[in-house]
């Protein structure tokens, strides 16, 4: 038949045109974002949202300047009374694990791949950090199993606190010896902590794992004190501000500090100084006091106790209560990963301590050294060595640093205490360190809904449901899932 | 579709009837439809017992000459009952024709635009006519459908002009992907896509795509559940809305209707707010000082009482002097304006027999309740056919709308919603005094400071009024879609065509935040301009044959393909934050601050073949069998072709056995069994780094937080209904039942997962839910007598959703979510469990109290409900009286929960009527006090009223926030007359009907308090079951006028 002989033809053709699979791979292919980058393109990524998130008011500011009773709030007080808030804890676990911790894993390869140490060692460290930070605010957490999702874990289970510091020392130790100046180029441009200075990041690195040998010190099964020692004769350490690690942020949104884009950008005014602190600043005449808080309408620095549910109050009011001072709300405030000063605290301590060698003297170096530091952090100028002759002592932070010097007694204190001051605006390294050291002595929130300081954050309720069977393991092994519950390195 | 019908049968008659007869006298009348007195034409007009007849021409009317003696006129039509008339000596007989329930089953639309016979189909097919949208009007015609369909669950998102509305067919399917329909107009699909950004948190709903579409071009609408609408491919999983469009076949000559109508809008509900006491937070002392610093920082009302002769320093007077402290009862009323929607359409067709054409012209200007939110829409629509020869024709569709809105409404918590901050405020605030923003002075306290008027409240909120009308988000859409067909006839019993047609659109939306907004970055406003543009254009071709094997057999068989290609892009650019105050446009921004821009893109294509058989037994046994084959891009090789079949079986027992009488005229049984094959988006294989903000300017390329999956595999969704459909009573009885059962397995899910993994979801194959049902259609003529009828159509359908299986140890997966609440699939809930913080219980079920007497919150989350509801219905009563019609639609659901946050912050706010309870003398909490030992004894603390407010009534109290949005809706009113063309005498006019008309005119029973039940953020997944602030939704009373010429 005449039709067929079209028909079919036609139909087979059609049925091949319709059915071909040609161009799909190409149509598919993403437009929108690289498959592959190199190594040095993820510090800016790994450093801006690690601390966007830890100097976060919700974060830093509400479960650890307030904590610390560095800063107090006249509304909105929640979280200063222990009343937290889920979704925070979701934001801070899965920011470090499946940002931070995720990028640093993957910057890792990619530097391996570039045969590139140096790059490589910086994404151990950041690794470290955010782990270090992990466990420092939840206790036992995955690690072992962590960041594991393209093998297929999904589920990874939680290791001990205890097992984790001993894997991030040993990291730490690998990435020592990673940085050289043969080790590789890092893009400056790309660096937004250090600008390209390889030393600066190995610095960075044996800082943190003195901090962390000094988490653990306070157990009385601590025994790696020759590591602390190794660490101040022989690492590259923390030789003054200008080596810290700190993210300094830039003037314009999003690129600027959260605590400006919070506070200032985001009118949320309610963030206060705390009495504490403005009683201890003013108790000693301290300096830092006008930097760290601006005066209330009533033209004095007037700090707000830690709590109260009814706020805000004639008493406390916003115009009532010092503001948190204004180097520490502006835009291109620095986000410390770890500063000198505390470096230096922790070395004074260790050698009060007896951890290291050196004794009173040797702590006495470190602790001026901390708190000249801190002076020139708050932009306040101070003598690197108090002039002889009294009557030259005329710079208040040197007059604070006559009348409150090194004393062999109370060395302890003063140490933890100036450190305590010197974390202002740390939140979570503040609240951190006072969890180990207990000073200064706080008093728990007004009207907390529990009695005492936060010892930890709660897991946050997604690891409930998305990893329940590792997640009650853990609470087995770490007790309750509360924020009572003191981790390892607090017992 | 009778009308056309209709013509065909005219032609057909005119061309066969015999054209002598003798002419001894002359009968002439009219013929009108009994249920809506609409004219017929075309209808059969012959004397009884011979051959000798004439049909009624387009007005219906007929002039028949009659042999003497003549005693009976026969009147028919296929689908009306035929009608015997005696006429006695009469000349005029008019006549009235009501629908034959033994030919209910006339011709329905089906897939691929084919017109089968209903009694043919192994499953159920809804179909609403044209003129249901066009006398009582919503602008969303998705919207237009309440009530309408079995087993369609429709959601209008809010009152908001241009807001979106969601339907869902037999439940949601799917977890994560579109539960909605595909929309199909003249056989293309078009885009039924949202866009906007309306969240809970804030955003702008810019309506669902389907919105574009025309009332006033719909002919018909085909509602084709999963099992009729297989062969339309993955995205008919989820049923298709089967639209076509008017065209000029049937006019004789040319002919011109108009159709105008003007709606007036007002709230149908607003939140009972109390009268009684203040702002603030002490009960006996206010005094305003900046906008901030004093009591009028709490922007809450548990202050001192309202209208005692108390007075207080207030904002009027900048904090001069005192006022009287009084309540503001209609506050919010009358910040809200009377909308009014007016709409206006001219259509001009024609035809003769080398083609038809139709073109129309429609304008629609809607002003909303909220000031300053309008839209407008112009709809051009041009259909034409074209007999090139008698073999072959050409069809030609296409339809321009241009969309354009100077500000929409904005959802949710945020300043931008004034909604938000009635709930958030002083109940003494007389907020019409704010109008007169411009002659104000600026706030001196706030982000506003210095830029925006002052408010009652500087500290959160800006100036309502100068907020209306200085920060805005507009837009403008162009929107084509349409096709060209030729069709041609190979020989008498084959046929093909060939079709290619698209849908392309483009949205461009300016968002403006005015320097001294309290929501932005500094106070300094913003300015971003997005334009979007979508593609999608199908070429198909179907060859159709139908051959007669023996007398008994009937073969229908039909074969393609199809040519699918999809691309999208999206352009965004944003100045964060502006230098000068009022200048917007890009370079405006803030010195040192970057302009930041981003932009994405994508493409799809799917190829399909598809065929279908149809046999037929003596015209009352029916196999029809289906299949298609999709290749999709999106999919990996090996895995992007899937095949997926369908058969369906209808039986008409009553022709079969025969068994017809007059308590059962008709009766037949159904069914059918498919699957239908899905892909996935585009770029759902391989991963790639995703760009951060940049640090200044340095790249920020960072791993996504989603793992994707080279290795994924098509979703298959298998439905099986069974149906049964019958006359009773003569006709005067119609009923369809349908028992359907759909599961939907391998679903492409991005999956939550530890974020300990590194990365908080993963795309996997995994999951299945199962939607049970059954849809009841049922409709009578309860009275039909001296010219009086009265018609009821009821619709009833339950649907049984269960989320079966997710992924192994994953209970949930969140689908949307605000503050501590998220909404969820569940494995063993229906879709859309609501799971939240609720309180803590005692074995009996009483709220346990704290030793202080609040009310405690249990740490670990529960349910607390599901949006999913348990069954709709839709109630629609039409009664006619010779020229009056009246048609009453009532529709409602049962179950489906809300969790409602203008509850939860009303109550904590102290805004609500309920706050009264206790002010003076205090509350005692209904429930216990937990004794420590296992026992418990009756709460018998007093807390101020306050206090207890904003324990039981906060983020973080959930469950007593939760309502059951079960609702029954007076959903539309329309009272129309049709005058009679006599008194037009000879002016053009013909067939003038003016309606009264009302829509959303009342809730006549709902437990939810101070909102509308029927509510969401937008019309996604993860919009639904949750609120805030939602603008009110619309009570529409208004004027329709139509008319042909």
């Known amino acids: ?491 | 579709m009778k009308k056309f019908l209709l013509v065909c049968l005219t032609a057909v008659f005119m061309l066969t009837s015999s054209e002598l007869w003798a002419q001894e006298r002359t009968v002439s009348g009219r013929v009108t439809s009994a249920e809506d007195a609409t004219a017929l034409p075309g209808v059969n007009v012959v004397v009884k017992g011979t051959t000798s007849g004439t049909v009624t021409d387009a007005e219906g009317n007929y002039k028949l000459s009659v042999p003497p003696g003549t005693q009976t006129l026969v009147f028919s039509f296929i689908g009306l009952s035929t009608s015997e008339v005696p006429i006695g000596d009469r000349t005029t007989v008019d006549v009235q024709l009501s629908l034959d329930v033994q030919q209910l089953s006339e011709v329905v639309v089906t897939a691929f635009g084919v017109q089968q016979q209903k009694k043919a189909l192994g499953y159920a097919v809804q179909e609403v006519k044209g003129d249901q949208f066009t006398t009582v009007r919503d602008p969303n015609i998705v919207s237009a459908l309440s009530g309408q369909i079995a087993g369609a669950q429709i959601t209008s998102s809010s009152g908001g002009v241009g807001s979106s509305t969601r339907i869902v067919l037999r439940g949601a399917s799917s977890i994560t992907g579109n539960n909605q329909p595909l929309f199909v107009v003249d056989g293309i699909p078009i885009s039924n896509r949202a866009s906007g950004n309306s969240g809970s948190g804030g955003g702008t709903d810019f309506g669902n795509g389907a919105a574009d579409i025309n009332p006033d071009d719909v002919e018909t609408i085909s509602v084709l559940g999963p099992n009729a609408a297989a062969l339309y491919g993955s995205r008919a999983s989820n049923g298709v809305i089967l639209i076509t469009t008017k065209s000029g076949k049937g006019t004789k000559g040319l002919g011109v209707s108009v159709n105008a109508s003007v709606q007036f809008d007002n709230p149908m509900r607003l939140p009972d707010f109390q009268n009684s006491y203040g702002q603030g937070a002490s009960d006996s002392f206010f005094q305003y000082i900046d906008g901030s610093a004093g009591d009028e920082g709490v922007d809450e009302s548990w202050g001192m009482p309202l209208d005692i002769g108390l007075e207080a320093v207030q904002w009027p007077s900048g904090g001069q002097y005192a006022e009287p402290w009084v309540s503001r009862p209609n506050n919010v009323k009358d910040f809200l304006e009377t909308g009014v929607l007016s709409t206006q359409n001219v259509a001009l067709s024609g035809a003769n027999d080398k083609g038809n054409f139709r073109l129309s012209f429609t304008n629609l200007n809607q002003t909303g309740t909220l000031p300053n939110t309008d839209l407008t829409r112009k709809t051009i629509a041009i259909n034409s056919g074209l007999n090139l020869s008698s073999k072959l024709s050409a069809d030609f569709s296409a339809n321009y709308v241009n969309g354009h809105s100077d500000n929409r409404p904005v959802t949710g918590y945020t300043g931008q919603n004034p909604i938000q901050q009635f709930i958030w405020s002083g109940r003494n605030v007389d907020f019409a005094a704010l109008e007169d923003y411009k002659n104000l002075p600026l706030a001196t306290t706030g982000l506003g400071a210095g830029y925006s008027p002052v408010n009652w409240n500087d500290r959160f909120q800006n100036n309502p009024y100068w907020a209306s009308y200085n920060n805005t988000n507009s837009n403008q859409k162009d929107r084509v879609f349409g096709n060209i067909k030729a069709n041609y006839k190979i020989t008498d019993w084959l046929s093909v065509f060939v079709r290619t047609g698209m849908d392309y659109f483009t949205e461009g939306q300016t968002r403006i935040r005015a320097k001294g907004i309290e929501s932005t970055t500094n106070g300094n406003g913003f300015y971003q301009e997005y334009m979007e543009t979508n593609y999608e254009a199908n070429t198909d071709f179907l060859f159709s044959l139908r051959k007669e094997l023996t007398t008994d057999f009937v073969l229908a068989a039909s074969a393609g393909g199809n040519r699918r290609d999809e691309s999208f892009t999206q352009l965004t650019s944003t100045a964060p934050e502006l230098e000068l105050p009022g200048v917007y446009n890009l370079s405006n921004v803030k010195s040192g601050v970057a302009v930041t821009t981003t932009n994405f893109k994508s493409k799809k294509r799917v190829n399909s073949v598809y065929g279908s058989l149809n046999l037929a037994y003596k015209n009352y046994l029916f196999l029809d069998v289906t299949a298609r084959n999709d290749w999709s891009s999106t999919l990996p090789d090996g895995e992007n072709s899937y095949f997926y079949p369908g058969v369906s079986l209808s039986a008409a027992l009553s022709d079969i056995f025969e068994i017809q009488s007059k308590t059962l005229s008709y009766l037949k049984v159904r069914g059918s069994w498919v699957q239908v094959g899905s892909d996935t988006g585009p770029y759902a294989l391989v991963q790639t780094y995703a760009f951060r903000s940049p640090w200044g300017s340095v790249l920020s390329p960072s791993e996504s937080n989603s793992l994707l999956n080279p290795q994924l595999k098509p979703e298959i969704t298998t439905s099986i209904e069974a149906g049964v459909e019958a006359s009773l009573f003569e006709g005067r009885v119609n009923t369809a039942i349908t028992f359907y059962n759909k599961t939907t397995n391998d679903q492409i899910i991005p999956v939550q997962i530890s974020g300990a993994s590194g990365y908080t979801s993963r795309n996997t194959n995994i999951g299945e839910m199962v939607n049970k049902g059954v849809e009841v259609q049922l409709s009578g003529s309860p009275i039909k007598s001296n010219g009086f009828e009265w018609n009821i159509t009821l619709n009833w359908a339950r649907n049984i959703n269960e989320v079966t299986e997710l992924a192994p140890g994953l209970d949930a997966l969140n689908l949307g979510g605000h503050w501590n609440v998220s909404t969820q699939a569940r494995v063993g809930e229906a879709y859309g469990a609501i799971f939240g913080p609720g309180f803590v219980k005692d074995p009996n079920g009483n709220i346990v109290h704290g030793e202080n007497g609040l009310p405690l919150i249990d740490a670990t989350y529960r349910v607390l409900g599901n949006f999913t509801p348990k069954w709709t219905s839709g109630l629609n009563n039409t009664f006619a009286y010779k020229n009056i019609t009246l048609g009453v639609l009532i529709d409602g659901r049962y179950g489906g929960d809300i969790h409602s946050m203008t509850t939860s912050w009303g109550r904590y706010a102290g805004v609500l009527e309920e706050t009264l309870l206790g002010r003076e003398t205090g509350i005692v909490g209904k429930g216990v006090i937990d004794n420590g030992d296992g026992t418990f004894r009756p709460n018998d603390v007093v807390v101020t009223a306050e206090q207890y407010n904003k324990a039981a009534y906060s983020n973080d109290a959930a469950e007593s926030a939760v309502f059951d949005g079960t609702y029954i809706k007076l959903r539309q009113i329309q009272l129309g007359y049709r005058f009679p063309n006599k008194i037009f005498g000879k002016t053009p006019f013909r067939d003038v009907t003016v309606s009264f008309v009302g829509r959303n005119l009342g809730l006549l029973y709902a437990t939810i308090p101070h909102v509308d039940p029927e509510t969401a953020f937008s019309s996604g997944n993860g919009g639904q079951g949750l609120e805030f602030g939602q603008a009110p939704t619309n009570r529409s009373i208004g004027f329709n006028i139509n008319f042909k010429l």
């Open chain 1, 1 to 491: 038949m005449k039709i067929k002989k079209y028909i079919i033809p036609a139909l087979l053709s059609c049925v091949l045109v319709f059915s071909c699979t040609q161009d799909f791979e190409e149509i598919n292919t993403n437009p929108n974002g690289p498959v592959a980058v190199p190594a040095v393109l993820l510090i800016p990524s790994l450093a801006e949202g690690t601390m966007d998130l830890l100097y976060s008011t919700f974060n830093g500011g509400d479960m650890g300047s307030a904590w610390a009773q560095h800063w107090a709030k006249v509304q909105y007080n929640d979280e200063e009374r222990y009343r937290t808030r889920d979704t925070q804890f979701d934001a801070i676990w899965n920011t470090l694990y499946s940002g931070t911790i995720q990028d640093a894993k993957i910057m890792e390869a990619l530097a391996i791949g570039e045969s590139n140490e140096n790059l490589q060692g910086i994404a151990v460290i950041m690794q470290v950090y955010a782990f270090s930070v992990l466990t420092d605010i939840f206790g036992d957490i995955p690690y072992t199993e962590a960041v594991r999702a393209k093998e297929g874990i999904n589920t990874p289970v939680y290791d001990t606190q205890e097992s984790i510091y001993t894997a991030l020392l040993a990291r730490l130790d690998e990435a020592d010896a990673l940085f050289g100046a043969d080790g590789g180029s890092i893009t400056a441009t790309s660096d937004i902590i250090y600008a390209g200075s390889y030393a600066k990041w190995q610095m960075f690195g044996n800082a943190l794992k003195f901090r962390m040998l000094m988490r653990m010190s306070n157990r009385s099964d601590f025994n790696r004190q020759a590591e602390l020692q190794e660490i101040v004769d022989n690492r590259a350490i923390f030789g003054s501000n200008a080596d810290e690690a700190k993210l300094t942020y830039l003037a314009a949104s999003p690129n600027n500090n959260p605590v400006n884009a919070s506070v200032i950008g985001g009118n949320r005014g309610e963030y206060k100084v705390n009495s504490v602190l403005v009683d201890m600043l003013e108790d000693s005449s301290d300096p830092r006091l006008a930097v760290m808080a601006q005066l209330n309408n009533g033209g004095i620095y007037r700090g707000k106790p830690s709590g109260i549910i009814d706020v805000p109050s004639a008493t406390w009011d916003y115009p009532n209560v010092s503001a948190i001072g204004t180097l520490y709300l502006a835009a291109t405030a620095p986000a410390y990963f770890m500063s000198y000063s505390e470096q230096e605290f922790l070395i004074a301590e260790a050698a009060k301590r007896g951890l290291i060698s050196g004794g009173d003297a040797e702590a006495k170096v470190h602790f001026d050294n901390g708190v000249i530091a801190s002076f020139r952090s708050n932009g306040l100028d101070v003598s690197d060595v108090l002039p002889a002759d009294p009557d030259d002592i005329i710079l208040p932070a040197d007059i604070y640093r006559r009348d409150n010097p090194y004393v062999d007694a109370s060395a302890l204190t003063q140490i933890h205490t100036e450190k305590w001051i010197s974390l202002f605006g740390q939140g979570i390294e503040a609240w951190t360190e006072w969890r180990r050291t207990k000073i200064p002595v706080l008093s728990p929130a007004i009207e907390g809904v529990i009695n005492e300081i936060p010892s930890r954050y709660q897991y946050p309720p997604t690891e409930q449901a998305l990893n329940g069977v590792n997640y009650t393991a853990a609470v087995a092994a770490q007790g309750p899932d509360l924020l009572t519950t003191e981790v390892w390195w607090m017992k």
